[in-house]
C-alpha cells in the first residue's frame, strides 16, 4: 500500500492526538497516577463504628467541595477502619468531624469532613480521625421498620380519618411549615456554631437551678404574696380603674406644674444638693428626730390636757417659766484661765490660741448638758466628742476637772490632751493696770461677774425693790427722795 506524505502527517497527528486524549484520560479523569502510586494524594483513616452504607470508592467533600475518595475499608476488632484518599493541594485542618451522609434517597454516601477551628495544623499521612468525632446515620432498614411499625399502629378503618385530619390540620401551611423548617435548620446551623457556649451555659445552670431549690421556700412566699396583692387589686377594682383613668390627668397636672416652676426650680434642687449629702452623713441623727418629733408631738398635747375646758381667751400650755440669771455660773473650765483673759475693753484681734476651747467639765454633768462635748459621733454610734477629730479617732473624752473654774494651775493637770494657753508672743493682758470694764449687774441679787471669773456682790448701785411692786408700777418712774 502506498502511502503518500499527506497520508503519513495526518496519521501522525491522529496518533498524537489519540496519545495525547488517552494521557489526559488515564491522568485526569480515571487518575491512574493516583490509582496505582498515590501521586497528589496522601491517606487518613477513619475509626467507624459501622459503615452505614459506606461504600468504597465513595466521595469525601470538604466545606461541601470534593477533596478526594473512599481508597478502602477494613474491619477492624470494634467496628470498621476507611481509608481516604485526600487531595495533597487543599489543607485541610486536623480538628475536623466527619459525618457520614447520603448523598440521595437511594443511597450513594459520602463522607463529609466539617472543621471545628480551622486554627490546628492539617492533616498528615497517615493520621487518624477518632471514632468520638465522627457520626454515622441510623440504619434505613431500622427507620422503615419503625415506620411501617408506627403505620401499623394506626386501625386500617382509622387511616383515612388521620389522613383526612391531616389534611384539615396542614392544608394550605406548607409556605409556613416551609418557614418553621428553614428556621430551624437556622437555629440547628447556629446552635452548632455556637456549641461551646451552648454547652458552657448548660453545664453551668446546674447551681442556679440548685438556687431556686434551696430558695424554693422563698419562692413560694414570693408566689403567695403576689397572690394576696392580685386578691387586693380585685377587691379594689373600681379604685385601680380610677387610678388608671385619671392618671394620665394627673400625669399632666404635675407636668404644667413643673413647666410653671422650670425657672426655679433648677436653682431649689441644686440648693438641695449640698443639703442631701449633708443629711446622708447625718441620718442617724435625722432618723432619731424623726423618731422623738412624734413622741414630742403628744407631750405638746399632754401639756395643754389641764386647760382643755377652761372657756378663757388666755387658754394656753400648763407651764412655769422661772429665769434664773447666772444660775448655775457660766462655765469657765476649758477656755483660758482667768489670768490670761483679755479684758471686753480691749478692740485689737490677737491670734487664736492652738487647742480648741470649749466647756470641758464631765460628759455625764448636770450642767451645760448640750455643750459641744456631748455631740454625737455620727461614724460611731454611741460615742460623744466635742470636735471631729476626736471623733473619728480612738482617742477618748478627758474632762479637766469636775467643776466650772480652774482649780490650782491649770497647766499641773495630766489629761492625755492639749491645754488651751495664749498663744506665744501674746503680751500679758495684766502686766499693766488694767482698763476700766463693764460687767451685767443683776438688781435682783446684787451680783455681778468680774473680768476674772469671780461673782462680786455690791448692795447700793440701787433703790430698795417694794415689796408691794406690780407690772403697772414697774413701768412708771421711780419716786423721788
Known amino acids: 500500500m502506498l502511502l503518500t506524505r499527506r497520508i503519513r502527517i495526518q496519521l501522525a497527528i491522529f496518533g498524537a492526538v489519540a496519545v495525547i486524549g488517552l494521557l489526559v484520560l488515564s491522568l485526569g479523569y480515571m487518575g491512574l497516577p493516583n490509582l496505582f502510586f498515590g501521586i497528589g494524594h496522601y491517606t487518613v483513616k477513619l475509626e467507624l463504628p459501622e459503615t452505614g452504607g459506606l461504600y468504597k470508592s ?109 389534611y384539615i390540620a396542614f392544608g394550605g401551611l406548607g409556605p409556613d411549615l416551609a418557614r418553621f423548617v428553614k428556621g430551624a435548620n437556622s437555629l440547628a446551623i447556629d446552635a452548632r456554631k455556637n456549641l461551646a457556649s451552648i454547652t458552657a451555659l448548660i453545664d453551668k445552670s446546674k447551681p442556679v437551678l440548685d438556687t431556686q431549690t434551696d430558695t424554693s421556700d422563698s419562692v413560694q412566699a414570693w408566689a403567695a404574696h403576689l397572690a394576696d396583692i392580685t386578691q387586693q387589686l380585685k377587691a379594689n377594682d373600681t379604685a385601680v380603674r380610677g387610678v388608671l383613668q385619671q392618671g394620665s390627668s ?114 455625764d454633768s448636770d450642767f451645760n ?53 495664749a498663744p506665744p508672743g501674746m503680751p500679758d493682758p495684766w502686766a499693766t493696770p488694767p482698763p476700766t470694764a463693764a460687767a451685767a449687774y443683776d438688781p435682783t441679787t446684787r451680783t455681778y461677774m468680774g473680768p476674772d471669773g469671780n461673782l462680786y456682790s455690791q448692795t447700793d448701785l440701787t433703790h430698795s425693790v417694794r415689796e408691794d411692786q406690780t407690772w403697772q408700777t414697774m413701768l412708771l418712774p421711780p419716786p423721788n427722795g
Open 250 to 363: 394627673a400625669a399632666d397636672e404635675s407636668t404644667r406644674l413643673f413647666d410653671r416652676l422650670q425657672p426655679s426650680l433648677p436653682v431649689a434642687m441644686n440648693n438641695l444638693a449640698p443639703i442631701t449629702r449633708l443629711l446622708m452623713d447625718y441620718y442617724p441623727a435625722v432618723e432619731e428626730l424623726l423618731t422623738i418629733v412624734p413622741q414630742a408631738t403628744s407631750w405638746n398635747a399632754g401639756a395643754s390636757v389641764p386647760d382643755l375646758h377652761i372657756k378663757s381667751p388666755y387658754r394656753g400650755i400648763w407651764a412655769w417659766f422661772n429665769l434664773n440669771m447666772n444660775l448655775p455660773p457660766a462655765c469657765t473650765t476649758g477656755y483660758l484661765p482667768a489670768s490670761q483673759i483679755r479684758t471686753p475693753s480691749m478692740v485689737d484681734t490677737p491670734p487664736r490660741p492652738v487647742e480648741d476651747l470649749y466647756c470641758r467639765i464631765p460628759q
Open 58 to 166: 465513595g466521595n469525601v467533600t470538604y466545606r461541601g467541595v470534593e477533596v478526594g475518595r473512599v481508597k478502602d475499608l477494613r474491619l477492624t476488632g470494634n467496628g470498621v477502619e476507611a481509608v481516604l484518599s485526600l487531595r495533597s493541594d487543599i489543607k485541610i485542618p486536623s480538628d475536623v468531624d466527619a459525618e457520614v451522609h447520603s448523598q440521595s434517597a437511594v443511597g450513594e454516601q459520602y463522607v463529609a469532613l466539617l472543621p471545628r477551628g480551622g486554627d490546628a495544623h492539617p492533616l498528615r499521612e497517615g493520621d487518624i480521625i477518632a471514632r468520638e468525632n465522627i457520626s454515622v446515620p441510623p440504619d434505613i432498614n431500622v427507620l422503615l421498620n419503625e415506620t411501617i411499625s408506627g403505620l401499623q399502629a394506626i386501625p386500617r378503618d382509622e387511616l383515612k380519618t388521620v389522613i383526612d385530619e391531616g
Open 369 to 421: 448638758v448640750r455643750g459641744v462635748r456631748n455631740t454625737p459621733c455620727m461614724k460611731k454610734p454611741g460615742k460623744r466628742a466635742p470636735t471631729a477629730k476626736m471623733c473619728n479617732s480612738d482617742l477618748e473624752y478627758v474632762p479637766l476637772n469636775e467643776g466650772f473654774n480652774w482649780k490650782g494651775d491649770p497647766n499641773a493637770t495630766v489629761t492625755g490632751q492639749g491645754i488651751p494657753e
